[in-house]
């Protein structure tokens, strides 16, 4: 099983960016999906996650600004960024669960400038 994380970058506070997570190498649809993240010398900390049925669940720091989605054709996950803060700033993980397991991908950086 893989996931592929993609759309990290640089930007600055109050722009934009989304992520993507592409689960590969599985044969069932993943159930929840989510991203969690991990800021330097800061636990790994969840974001938001989204069930196989579309429910959502949201950090109290995010919400209003970020949106988690999934496109069940294609087993990929999305999080949309919106007025990006640098408290923001952090290495955003991609999480699927398989079948009761879970699966992680590797990290995309993503960056806000003030």
């Known amino acids: 099983v893989q996931l592929q994380a993609s759309g990290g970058g640089l930007v600055q506070a109050g722009e934009s960016l989304r992520l993507s997570c592409a689960v590969s190498g599985y044969i069932f649809r993943p159930n929840d999906m989510g991203w969690y993240r991990q800021a330097p010398g800061k636990q790994r900390e969840l974001v938001a996650t989204?069930?196989?049925?579309?429910?959502?669940n949201y950090a109290d720091s995010v919400k209003g600004r970020f949106t988690i989605s999934r496109d069940n054709t294609k087993d990929t996950a999305y999080l949309q960024m919106n007025s990006l803060k640098p408290e923001d700033t952090a290495v955003y993980y991609c999480?699927?669960?398989?079948?009761?397991?879970?699966?992680w991908g590797k990290g995309t950086q993503v960056t806000v400038s003030s």
């Open positions: 999480n699927a669960n398989l079948m009761g397991i879970s699966y």
């Open positions: 989204i069930t196989g049925g579309g429910s959502t």
